[in-house]
Every structure is written in C-alpha cells, then in structure tokens.
C-alpha cells in the first residue's frame, strides 16, 4: 500500500505520515501541487491525502488526475477547519473522504480500513461483485422526472462514498427503502445490510437491540448478545422511522457517529463501528427538530447529502411508467398478457393525489389486474376516491369545512380502521402504507388532546 501526502510541512504531517508508516504504508510527500501531480504518476499511490489548499492550486484540483489513475486512488481531502459546503464539493467530485484538522487518527485508520478491505479484492474480483450487485438490486428506482433523476445521481454519488451517513426523507411508501438498499448493493462493501425499525421497540429494547449486551447485564440476558452494531460491521445499519427514535438513543448515536466506538449494555470495553449509517423518515426532521423532539447536532451531523424523495403526484409522467412497469410484472406474475393502460384510466391515475405514493399505485394496479380478470383495465376497476367519487368529506353545502391535511389524514385513518374492526394490517394495506407507518400515526394521534 503507498500513501501520498500532499500538505504543507507541519505538525499534521509529520503525524499523519508517522501513523501511514505504522500501519505498513510506503509513504511519499509532497509540498505543492505540481510535485504531486508528477508522484501522482510515478508512485501511482493507492492513497492520497490532499490539503484543501496548497500554495500553486486548490487540492480538489488534484482529484482528477489522482482518481482517474488505473489504479484509482483513493482521495481524502485535508481540511483546516469543517466547511460542510465545500466537503460536499470535494465528495462530489471524486473525493473520498474529507477530514477536518487536528485529525482524529481513529477515525482516520477506520476509513482506511474500508480502503484496505476493497484493496484486498482484486481490481477483476471488485468489477464482477459490482456488477453481480446491480443485477442482484431487485427493482431499480423507476422514474425519467427531473426530481427522480436528482435521487438516482445521489444514489450513485453516495455509493461511491460508502462512509458518508446517508439521510432519505420522504412520504410513506415514497420509495425511501427501495433508495437504502440501492444504495447499499451499488457500494462495494462487504458487510450485510441491517435494519431497525425505530418505532417498533421499547427504549430499552432499543439499546440492547443496537449495541447488544453482556451475560448478566439486566435481569434477561441470560447470554452475551451482539447488537446491531456488530452484524452490520463492514455493511450497513438502516434506521427506518428515524424521527421515532426516543432523545436518550439519539444521544447514543450521535456519539457513536462521531468516535465510531460503542459499548454493549454491561459492557466496560469499546467495541470498534464500522457499519455504515443509513436512515429514513417520513417526518419533517428540522420541525421536530424546533420542537425539540429530534436533536439538532444529531440532524446536521446525517444531513451531509439528504436524499429528498418527492411525492409520487409530484413525479408528473412517472405515474404511468411506474404503473405500467406494475400492469407488466404483476401480469406476469398472474400469467396475463400485457395490456396498455386505456388513456381514460392513465388520465385519472394522472389527476389522482396518491396520498399512499408508490405503494398505493402498486396495490390498486394488483387490484384492478385482479378486478379485470382476462380483459383490459378500465375506470371501474380503480377504487371510488380515483375515479373522483369523494370519500372522506362532504362537499357540498354550508356545513363544508376546509381542513388541514394531518386532519383529514386522521379522520381517514379513523374511519378505515372502523370500516376494518381496528384491524391494523388490513388498515396499513388499505391506506397504502407499512404497518409500522400506521402505528406510529396512531401513537401520534393518541398524544394529540
Ligand atoms: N421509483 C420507484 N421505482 C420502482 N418501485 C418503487 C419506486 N419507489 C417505490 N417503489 C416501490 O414502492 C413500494 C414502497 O416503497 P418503500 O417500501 O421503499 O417505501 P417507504 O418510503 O420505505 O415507505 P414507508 O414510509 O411506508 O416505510 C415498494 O414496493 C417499492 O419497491
Ligand atoms: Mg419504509
């Protein structure tokens, strides 16, 4: 392994180079950026540590003979002080990493061990992994609106920096796992990818379900138990429902982001994370932010790239792609024919508000598909609300009240359940959204006076 340096003479790197030597690096320095453009091709370094500013050129200058070398190397940028903004250019264009002075040497060595572990694999052996991966990523995020098009370069973009934390909000069944697990398979990491529901478990649960507990730590824990933490080491821990996650856990996790060390519950020794932080939410994180609710150092610390999935009524023509893509690959699965979408049925899918998004379109194509039997999909085998028959509501008359959306949202859920003998699954599935969503609304509802 070489290390090329690339920084001012000063006391950061003589340590970093010190601390490059000691983990078996052949390390080369360089004071200017001209210098190291010409080690660039002579030492073809696997990787280079390059400082934000030199005294001939800004370092990101530097990236792309660096990366474009056949060895590809590796690019972290060094920086005098965290400027986000400029962390987030550097990361775009090609940078791996982006470390902020005085450096953190366990932070340091944790990103080269994700270096080192790609390293091991053969350049040949990395190229049929990532393609093994794309094949193997089930459904790709469908979709030609410029607003998918933003989300599928992030994806791309944050799984080329598998160490960036990754933040997708969205509407329920907006698409925000399908955008996780993209992300995960394309980056060439070798962990699994592990996921918590943060609304589905106690405060207690919840810390043990993470970082696992020793024999004898509570009254249960009959054995010693990894935690999440630890089977995600090397891939991924997905937190699903972030915004549920209770204040005492965030403050756990923050720490656990910034030093990358944890402890099981009962334990005395730090354990080392290298497991990739990725979460979703359907809440308005800065707003629960305001109201304290959600830490504010927690959410600028994951916003580095947040991925914002739009609506799926907001996705313009996507509607119809994504409902075709359904009418064929439930077809199929149903052993039908394909049959194009008659355009009075495109054009009230069209008009729809699809409150339950991509996970509603799915149900009511499965739906009409079953409803159509062998013939084509027509308007009476949409559901009365896409046909434009109101039915949350009365519209009409004195008594109309314009109401807030959470409102309308509620007296729906209210009058589903009803309509379901409280039955919850049946509910979730009607509405378009996961069980989990519909608990954590109704938990929500409950608080409201
Ligand atoms: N752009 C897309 N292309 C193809 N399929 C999609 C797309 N977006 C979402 N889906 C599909 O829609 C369904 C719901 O997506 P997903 O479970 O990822 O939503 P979610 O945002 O996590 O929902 P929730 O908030 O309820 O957990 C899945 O079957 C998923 O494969
Ligand atoms: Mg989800």
Not at 189 to 195: A, C, N, R, W, Y
Request: glycine share 8%; charged share 25%.
């Amino acid at each position: 392994m070489r290390a090329l340096v690339i920084d001012r003479a000063d006391r950061t790197r003589a340590q970093l180079c010190g601390f490059l030597r000691n983990r078996g690096y052949e390390v080369a320095v360089a004071d200017t950026g001209e210098e190291g453009k010409r080690l660039t091709k002579e030492f073809v370094p696997t990787v280079a540590f390059v400082a934000q500013h030199l005294p001939d050129m800004g370092g990101d200058l530097l990236i792309p003979p660096l990366t474009s070398q056949d060895a590809g190397t590796r690019v972290m940028i060094l920086a005098e002080a965290v400027e986000l903004d400029k962390a987030v250019h550097a990361m775009k264009h090609g940078a791996e990493y982006y470390f902020a002075k005085p450096l953190d040497f366990d932070h340091v060595g944790m990103i080269l061990d994700g270096v080192e572990a790609l390293q091991h694999s053969s350049r040949e052996n990395e190229l049929s992994r990532r393609l093994d991966r794309r094949k193997s990523s089930r459904t790709p995020t469908i979709g030609e609106s410029p607003q998918i098009i933003k989300v599928q370069r992030l994806i791309k973009l944050l799984s080329q920096n598998p160490t960036t934390p990754v933040l997708i909000m969205g509407e329920s069944g907006s698409g925000k796992e399908l955008v996780a697990r993209s992300i995960h398979e394309l980056s060439l990491v070798s962990g699994p990818l592990v996921e918590i529901n943060c609304a589905s478990l106690s405060e207690a649960l919840l810390e043990s379900e993470l970082f696992g507990h020793e024999k004898g730590a509570f009254t249960d824990a009959k054995v010693q138990k990894k935690g999440l933490f630890e089977i995600a080491a090397g891939g991924t821990i997905f937190f699903d429902e972030l915004g549920e996650m209770p204040l005492t856990i965030q403050a756990k996790l923050l720490k656990v982001l910034d030093t990358h060390l944890f402890r099981r519950v009962g334990g005395t020794t730090d354990i080392r994370s290298s497991a990739r932080f990725m979460a979703a939410t359907n809440r308005d994180l800065p707003l629960l932010v305001r109201e304290g609710k959600f830490r504010e150092d927690l959410y600028y610390r994951i916003n580095v790239l947040p991925i914002k999935l739009p609506s799926l009524r907001d996705r313009g023509n996507d509607i119809l792609l994504l409902a075709d893509h359904y009418v064929r690959l439930l077809g199929d699965s149903m052993g039908r024919g394909y049959m194009r979408l008659a355009p009075p049925v495109e054009d009230m899918l069209l008009a729809y508000r699809w409150p339950g998004n991509v996970r509603e379109l799915r149900n009511v194509v499965e739906r009409a598909l079953i409803l159509a039997g062998n013939g084509p999909i027509a308007p009476e085998h949409l559901p009365s609300e896409i046909r434009g028959i109101p039915s949350v509501g009365k519209s009409g008359g004195e008594n109309t009240r314009l109401l807030p959306l959470w409102q309308v949202e509620e007296e729906h859920i209210r009058q589903v359940l009803h309509a379901t003998n409280d039955n919850h699954s049946r509910t979730a599935a009607i509405l378009g959204i996961s069980r989990s969503t519909l608990l954590a609304k109704l938990k929500r509802m409950a608080q409201v006076p």
